[in-house]
């Protein structure tokens, strides 16, 4: 279920639907080979208190199904994040962010701010010369985002 050929058109559409079943998706991909803390490298863990998330059993240190991916720090709906994603990488579509915004109900900056984000992981990953499957995509940090003030 994890690849991009698995990923049909349809399996997609049933993500976009809800935030649990995407969760649900961007957790397998990123924890297919096995959980490991990023903190102590325990491989052992419990159920996190956020959906899909996991909780180190060592050091607790809970870590959510989108930290460190593509969606770290999207403040708009995971289920958004990935049609806009999907219809990037899988599709090849090149819709504007006005576009994005009249289609998801939410602001047009965000749709192009995020787009940005997905087109310069395509660029480093291109300049590596591997062409990233959508999984690898999603599973990429982007450095260039600066952590929420607290």
């Not at 909780?55 to 593509?70: M, N, P």
């Not at 576009?99 to 995020?114: D, S």
């Not at 395509?122 to 990429?140: D, E, F, G, V, Y």
């Amino acid at each position: 279920m994890f690849s991009d050929n698995q990923l049909s058109p349809a399996k997609a559409r049933r993500l976009f639907r809800s935030d649990k079943l995407t969760l649900e998706f961007i957790a397998g991909i990123k924890w297919k080979d096995g959980f490991v803390c990023r903190k102590c490298g325990n491989t052992n863990y419990c159920e996190g208190k956020t959906p899909y998330s996991r909780r180190c059993t060592r050091c607790k240190t809970e870590e959510s199904a989108t930290a460190h991916t593509l969606f770290h720090h999207c403040k708009f709906p995971v289920r958004k994040a990935f049609y806009i994603a999907y219809s990037v990488c899988v599709e090849g579509k090149e819709f504007s962010s006005y576009e994005y915004a009249e289609k998801l109900g939410i602001r047009q900056m965000t749709c192009w701010k995020f787009r940005k984000k997905i087109l310069t992981c395509l660029q480093k990953k291109k300049k590596s010369r591997h062409t990233p499957s959508l999984a690898k995509l999603l599973l990429m940090e982007d450095k260039t985002t600066k952590p929420a003030r607290r």
